[in-house]
């Protein structure tokens, strides 16, 4: 069956860099993208971005740009969300999801959630 | 980027109420939206995709129409598993956007 695990909570200090992994099984990785959604404490949901673990291409929000990488390790299937320059509006938990299904170069709606990392930023 | 409004932001209803939400998008979408489930403390559960298909094992009384800018959820008969936070969500193009959420209370 579809899993995502997710690494564990994590606390940084302003300013700090956080790295969630997002492993996958199950599935052939390489055939399906992964996002990343993120959602603060109280609020609604926040899409990041995504990346096509095959290539490694990748898309993000404008709200991210140039404070967000996603990669990916094929040889342990496993896709990484790297936030930079953390401020307090970042605490939040992050979800990893895979989407139900490609076609044609297109994916559609996410399907398959991973459990969420709860990153904490505080001084 | 394409603007997700949902409303409304919080309803009250009843056990065996019909209840209907309401997602607009600030251009077309066609049909490529999606509808979720919240509880506090899960990740969200897909209930609708495509504007209209219900996915696989999720109660009939959850019901997706519309198509371009317009699309409404309808939970026809509210049971008490379904008091929870409800997220429209358009994949026609990126960056994906979720709407605000509409969150269902017990009257």
């Known amino acids: 069956q579809v899993q995502l695990v997710q690494s564990g909570a994590e606390v940084k200090k302003p300013g700090a860099s956080v790295k969630v992994s997002c492993k996958a099984s199950g599935y052939t990785f390489t055939s399906y993208d992964i996002h990343w959604v993120r959602q603060a404490p109280g609020q609604g949901l926040e899409w990041m971005g995504r990346?096509?673990?095959?290539?490694?291409?990748?898309s993000y929000a404008q709200k991210f740009q140039g404070r967000v990488t996603m990669t990916r390790d094929t040889s342990t299937s496993t896709v990484y969300m790297e936030l930079s320059s953390l401020r307090s509006e970042d605490t939040a938990m992050y979800y990893c999801a895979r989407v139900s299904y490609c076609s044609g170069g297109s994916c559609y709606h996410l399907y398959y959630w991973g459990q969420g990392t709860l990153v904490t930023v505080s001084s | 980027d394409i603007q997700m409004t949902q409303s409304p932001s919080t309803l009250s209803a009843s056990v065996g109420d019909r209840v209907t939400i309401t997602c607009r998008a600030s251009q077309s979408i066609s049909s490529w939206l999606a509808w979720y489930q919240q509880k506090p403390g899960k990740a969200p559960n897909l209930l609708i995709y495509k504007a209209s298909s219900l996915e696989t094992g999720v109660p009939s009384r959850f019901s997706g129409s519309g198509s371009g800018t317009e699309f409404t959820l309808t939970i026809s008969g509210l049971q008490p598993d379904d008091f929870a936070t409800y997220y429209c969500?358009?994949?026609?193009?990126?960056?994906?956007?979720f709407g605000q959420g509409t969150k269902v209370e017990i009257k």
């Open positions: 969500q358009q994949y026609n193009s990126y960056p994906w956007t």
């Open positions: 990346i096509n673990p095959s290539g490694g291409s990748t």
